[in-house]
């Protein structure tokens, strides 16, 4: 059974289609890239994955189960989120942020602290420097390590991420991106990953899906992606060869 | 001669202080109970949130005087006293205390509130975890604006009979006595002055995040 699987699913906002019959399935343990440019469906569909938006056509299956048919709260507390700008609560230490899921399903305190603490570990943040600082003492890499470490609080078994380095320099970026790739040796999870970002992609993806207006365009791993003759495939891979160029 | 004048003013005028302080304080709970509530519940709904500021805004616009003068007449709540000057009062306080809200809630950052959707956390989680905590500076803002106004208005209640530092304000001026005027209007400057310190520092702790 695939972790998620998308079954015709369609969204729409009026009269407009941002994602228009979408069938895709993850297999547990592959790390699916959502390519596109913006306005392709992209965060649409990562976001009908944990029930933030409902399919107005079709649906979603997470661990086979329609997303409309599990209790909204079990399902997103099941699947970890990383958005772009951290979405970090200002007012929490770094170590109540990580630790937050955890709290709401009743974990007891002592239990809490030893799972922020190794997370802390785990996203290379020392915890004794970090544990009791304020996002807003933090760079914008570490505020995204922290948001990692949140997401995998709970230890869920999907992991969303929502263009998570988009905002950082080239520098750190490339730095979150090998630590993403050591921490997906570490711990095997789903990931579905959106991104506008090619490079990042065929680093990041065990598979490509590249969406065009709201349409599933391709989808296969970054070798056949390079094969592809699709037309907005091809305009992608120029992005890559003119970069490579460029070298 | 000269002392038990003073005597007797101070006796007095610890006696309006307090009946000023009964009603500014009613009247900034009342107006609370009611505006903090209504802000979290229409801060989210652009037509409700509309017409209730609308609403505000209108009680706000009527001039003081004017408004003690209109609630005498009117069964029940109104009439001479105390409880018509803290309607009044409420009436007064409740749109800085609602916009605060409005605008606080409004405030928090939409990634923020994104994220702690996206963790699973029910709506009163959010409001009481979230939402809450970081407008607070902003809501206290509005409650430090409209306690200040209220112990400037609360001494025209002297007016409708409600007591108060107005007393002697209204009694200086009817006898031309600068001392009357200014044992009224000290106290009165002072006490704003001090709310405004008083909440403006909590306000301050509260936003240290």
């Known amino acids: 059974m695939p972790a998620v699987e998308f079954r015709g699913a369609t969204f729409r906002i009026g009269d407009r289609t941002i994602l228009n019959n979408l069938n895709l399935s993850i297999e547990a343990g592959e790390t699916l890239v959502l390519l596109g440019r913006s306005g392709s469906g992209k965060t649409t569909a990562l976001r009908l994955v944990n029930g933030m938006i409902m399919p107005s056509q079709g649906e979603v299956l997470v661990d086979g189960k329609a997303t409309g048919a599990w209790d909204r709260v079990k399902l997103r507390?099941?699947?970890?989120?990383?958005?772009?700008?951290?979405?970090?609560?200002?007012?929490?230490?770094v170590e109540?942020?990580?630790?937050?899921?955890?709290?709401?399903?009743?974990w007891p305190a002592e239990r809490v602290a030893q799972r922020v603490n190794e997370l802390l570990e785990r996203v290379s943040l020392p915890p004794r420097d970090f544990a009791k600082r304020l996002p807003r003492e933090l760079s914008g890499g570490q505020r995204q390590r922290v948001g990692v470490a949140r997401a995998l609080a709970a230890d869920p078994k999907i992991l969303l991420f929502d263009?998570?380095?988009?905002?950082?320099?080239?520098?750190?970026?490339?730095?979150?991106?090998?630590?993403?790739?050591?921490?997906?040796?570490?711990?095997?999870?789903?990931?579905?990953?959106?991104t506008h970002d090619v490079q990042e992609a065929m680093k990041l993806a065990t598979r490509i899906a590249l969406l065009h207006e709201g349409n599933l365009a391709f989808a296969g791993t970054p070798s056949e992606f390079a094969a592809s003759t699709h037309q907005e495939a091809r305009a992608f891979l120029d992005v890559l060869e003119e970069a490579a160029r460029v070298k | 001669?000269?002392?038990?004048?003073?005597?007797?003013?101070?006796d007095e005028g610890l006696q309006?202080?307090?009946?000023?302080?009964v009603l500014v304080?009613?009247?900034?709970?009342?107006?609370?109970?009611?505006?903090?509530?209504?802000?979290?519940a229409v801060a989210g709904h652009p037509r409700t949130r509309n017409l209730a500021l609308g609403l505000a805004n209108i009680g706000q616009t009527i001039p003081s005087l004017a408004l003690f003068g209109f609630l005498i007449p009117i069964p029940f709540i109104g009439g001479i006293g105390e409880h018509t000057a803290i309607i009044a009062l409420v009436i007064y306080a409740l749109?800085?205390?609602?916009?605060?809200?409005?605008?606080?809630?409004?405030?928090?950052?939409?990634?923020?509130?994104?994220?702690?959707?996206?963790?699973?956390?029910?709506?009163?989680?959010?409001?009481?975890?979230?939402?809450?905590?970081?407008?607070?500076?902003?809501?206290?803002?509005?409650?430090?604006?409209?306690t200040v106004t209220t112990v400037?208005?609360?001494?025209?209640?002297?007016?409708?009979?409600?007591?108060?530092?107005?007393?002697?304000?209204?009694?200086?001026?009817?006898?031309?006595?600068?001392?009357?005027?200014?044992?009224?209007?000290?106290?009165?400057?002072?006490?704003?002055?001090?709310?405004?310190?008083?909440?403006?520092?909590?306000?301050?702790?509260?936003?240290?995040?």
């Open chain 2, 25 to 40: 304080f009613s009247a900034i709970l009342i107006a609370s109970a009611i505006a903090i509530p209504l802000g979290l």
């Open chain 2, 95 to 146: 749109l800085p205390i609602l916009r605060n809200t409005v605008t606080g809630i409004l405030g928090v950052d939409a990634a923020v509130r994104d994220s702690a959707v996206a963790m699973g956390m029910t709506r009163m989680q959010i409001l009481r975890m979230v939402e809450l905590p970081l407008a607070a500076p902003t809501i206290l803002s509005g409650l430090r604006i409209a």
């Open chain 2, 16 to 21: 309006l202080l307090g009946e000023h302080l």
């Open chain 1, 96 to 106: 109540r942020n990580i630790g937050l899921v955890p709290s709401l399903e009743g």
């Open chain 2, 152 to 209: 400037g208005t609360a001494t025209i209640a002297a007016a409708i009979g409600a007591g108060g530092l107005g007393v002697f304000i209204f009694r200086g001026i009817a006898s031309v006595d600068k001392l009357q005027i200014l044992a009224g209007a000290l106290p009165a400057a002072l006490l704003a002055l001090a709310a405004d310190g008083g909440l403006g520092w909590v306000e301050r702790r509260l936003g240290r995040w």
């Open chain 1, 77 to 93: 507390r099941s699947i970890g989120y990383v958005i772009q700008e951290s979405g970090l609560f200002p007012h929490f230490t």
């Open chain 2, 1 to 10: 001669m000269l002392n038990d004048v003073l005597q007797d003013l101070l």
């Open chain 1, 163 to 194: 263009e998570p380095f988009g905002a950082l320099d080239p520098v750190t970026r490339l730095d979150l991106q090998r630590e993403f790739l050591r921490l997906r040796q570490e711990l095997a999870k789903t990931s579905v990953f959106v």
